[in-house]
């Protein structure tokens, strides 16, 4: 079956950075809008980023812009988010998913498949 592996997570304080890395395996990967969500504690799981099979139109969160850069290398099937100026705020399960078609880029039900989650935690 599809299978979705994220990793990079980890401990990091204010202002720090991170790098999440996505692969993706036993799907076409240049098929697929790929995005990044993130669930808070005692939160709604939120939209991140996304960006289109061939990286031409990317979109991000009011909350990361600026902050966060998502893009892809299809030759590796692999999804990045690269975050930066971490705050507390961004502390987090963040979780990769792909989309084949229809639907919001900004909405879950909208991605086909979906990884495990890795944790993001930043202290002040």
């Known amino acids: 079956q599809v299978q979705l592996v994220e990793s990079g997570g980890g401990l990091v304080q204010t202002g720090g950075s991170l790098r999440l890395s996505c692969v993706a395996s036993?799907?076409?990967?240049?098929?697929?809008?790929m995005g990044w969500f993130r669930q808070a504690p005692g939160k709604e799981r939120e939209f991140v980023a996304a960006?289109?099979?061939?990286?031409?139109?990317?979109y991000y969160a009011d909350s990361v812009k600026g902050r966060f850069t998502i893009s892809r290398d299809n030759a590796k099937n692999t999804v990045y988010l690269q975050m930066n100026s971490l705050k507390p705020a961004d502390t987090a399960v963040y979780s990769c998913?792909?989309?084949?078609?229809?639907?919001?880029?900004?909405?879950?039900?909208?991605?086909?498949?979906w990884g495990q989650g890795t944790q993001v935690t930043v202290s002040s």
């Open positions: 960006i289109a099979r061939d990286a031409g139109r990317v």
């Open positions: 036993k799907i076409t990967f240049s098929s697929y809008t």
């Open positions: 998913a792909a989309r084949l078609i229809g639907g919001n880029y900004d909405t879950p039900s909208a991605y086909n498949y």
